[in-house]
Every structure is written in C-alpha cells, then in structure tokens.
Nanobody, 125 residues
Framework: QVQLVESGGGLVQAGTSLRLSCAASGRTFSSSSMAWFRQAPGQERKFVAAISGGGTLRYYGDSVKGRFTISRDNAKNTIYLQMSSLTPEDSAVYYC??????????????????WGQGTQVTITS
C-alpha cells in the first residue's frame, strides 16, 4: 500500500494559478500510475488527470484540458498538478490517487486503490 499526502491547496482568485503536490511513500513509486480527482460539496468524485508510471502518458478530464498539467518527479516520489486560468467551478477538494499498474486502468475512482486525505482548493470570483 502506498501512502499519499497532498499539499498546495488554498484560496485564490479566479484567473490565477496554483500548483498542487502529492508526496508518495510505501512502495516503488515509478511503477505506479497516479491521478488527481476532485470533489465539490454534494457532488461525486470526478477525474481530473492521470499519468503513467514513467510519465510519458497523460490523460485529462474535458473540463481541465488545456488549463491543467499533471507531471511527476520519480526521484522525489512526487506528482504535481499545475492549474492555471482557475475559475470558481474548479473549487473542490483535490485528491491524489495511486494505481496498481504503470498504465492507468481507467478514469473511475475504483481504478485507483490508494488515496490521500485531500487538499481544499477555493477559487473566488
């Protein structure tokens, strides 16, 4: 089992940028696909982005494509989510997740077995 700790959330104005980090420990990080999900109050947890273990494959949800960038540094056991052109609709708790294979199995929360505790992102208009 891998342990995940997110950081970098906060309160920012619309139109600005924010970078989230997720530090991982517990097993071979570079062999695990990783992902970001987000959940707003009263809504289901939604896929944001995923990245393969080697970092060569990246996938994005339609609502963030072109604005968010997922990346990873396997030497630091850390993934990142660079978010730009933020809008109030991006406000949510953002969760980091780890998969059991190098290639992401899918975009559903059930495709990832380990989760962090989440970090709150609030965008003001």
């Amino acid at each position: 089992q891998v342990q995940l700790v997110e950081s970098g959330g906060g309160l920012v104005q619309a139109g600005t940028s924010l970078r989230l980090s997720c530090a991982a420990s517990g097993r071979t990080f570079s062999s695990s696909s990783m992902a970001w999900f987000r959940q707003a109050p009263g809504q289901e947890r939604k896929f944001v982005a995923a990245i393969s273990g080697g970092g060569t494959l990246r996938y994005y949800g339609d609502s963030v494509k072109g604005r968010f960038t997922i990346s990873r540094d396997n030497a630091k056991n850390t993934i990142y989510l660079q978010m730009s052109s933020l809008t109030p609709e991006d406000s949510a708790v953002y969760y980091c997740a780890a998969g059991s294979s190098s290639i992401p199995k899918g975009r559903a929360p059930t495709d990832f077995g380990s989760w962090g505790q989440g970090t709150q992102v609030t965008i003001t208009s």
